[in-house]
Nanobody, 126 residues
Framework: VQLQASGGGLVQAGGSLRLTCEASRRTFSNNAMGWFRQAPGKEREFVSA????????RYADSVKGRFTISKDNAKNRMYLQMNGLKPEDTAVYYC????????????????????WGQGTQVTVYS
């Protein structure tokens, strides 16, 4: 499977962006999917994850209340609505899926995911 992340861009602080991750083929609703990001000079960090119906998504503390993860299983897509963006949100955002079903919950660990998209740049200026 291939994952294509899109929707990044340049936005002023306080603005919004919506990221989309599209899978090249069907990923089952019980496969965990997640968003991670990596800023220059920093390690990759967890942003948000979702599994199943999406009733219990998981968020990093830094994005809680500002970001919303969702998915459309029929369209093989996952989304990340980002509101109230801050300069510290600047990073390359990656989507990932656990096709091997290593986990049964929305994991915040990168090792839980076996397929990754190419990343989309998000730049927030003040």
């Amino acid at each position: 499977v291939q994952l294509q992340a899109s929707g990044g861009g340049l936005v002023q602080a306080g603005g919004s962006l919506r990221l989309t991750c599209e899978a090249s083929r069907r990923t089952f609703s019980n496969n965990a999917m997640g968003w991670f990001r990596q800023a220059p000079g920093k390690e990759r960090e967890f942003v948000s994850a979702i599994i199943g119906s999406g009733r219990t998504p998981r968020y990093a503390d830094s994005v809680k209340g500002r970001f919303t993860i969702s998915k459309d299983n029929a369209k093989n897509r996952m989304y990340l609505q980002m509101n109230g963006l801050k300069p510290e949100d600047t990073a390359v955002y990656y989507c990932a899926v656990d096709l091997s079903r290593r986990v049964w919950f929305p994991s915040d660990s990168g090792s839980a995911y076996d397929y990754w998209g190419q990343g989309t740049q998000v730049t927030v200026y003040s």
